[in-house]
């Protein structure tokens, strides 16, 4: 009796372990980054450890310009600094967006004087002010 009894409740917690594991109540956190669109990528500045380029997109807006800003960051490779800012036209002065990606939390202190603060690493900080709005 007690084997059959101690089978079932096996089968029980079993039951109830696997009907846990199945179902969730946390929601979906993925964030989707839009799509870029198309830049040209110009005055590009490489030194040892900074960097900077302008990314050109004449019908610029500012998420358009925060996923380019996201894509160009995934190419960077040797600066530990680097500028990216996204214009609408090479003599156009003032900027849709400007990111600063930080490859480490030592480069952000070195020179964003801290400024610039992550969880991970590299870090992208955002400054979007689009002052001729779109």
């Known amino acids: 009796m007690r084997t059959r009894t101690a089978v079932i409740v096996m089968a029980g917690l079993l039951l109830t372990t696997l009907t846990a594991c199945g179902s969730s109540d946390k929601e979906d956190t993925r964030v989707d980054t839009p799509k870029p669109p198309a830049y040209t990528v110009a005055n590009k500045k ?3 450890n900074t960097g ?3 990314l050109v997109i004449p019908t610029a807006t500012v998420d358009g310009a925060k996923a380019a800003i996201q894509d160009y960051a995934k190419t960077i490779d040797g600066p530990v600094n680097y500028s990216i800012t996204v214009v609408r036209s090479n003599a156009d002065k ?7 990606w930080v490859k480490d939390e030592q480069a952000a202190e070195l020179y ?3 400024r610039v603060t992550s969880d991970t690493w590299p870090a992208l900080d955002m400054n979007c002010p689009d002052p001729k709005g779109s």
């Open 112 to 114: 964003t004087g801290g």
């Open 94 to 100: 003032t900027y849709v967006c400007r990111g600063e």
């Open 52 to 54: 900077s380029a302008d």
């Open 46 to 48: 490489e030194k040892t």
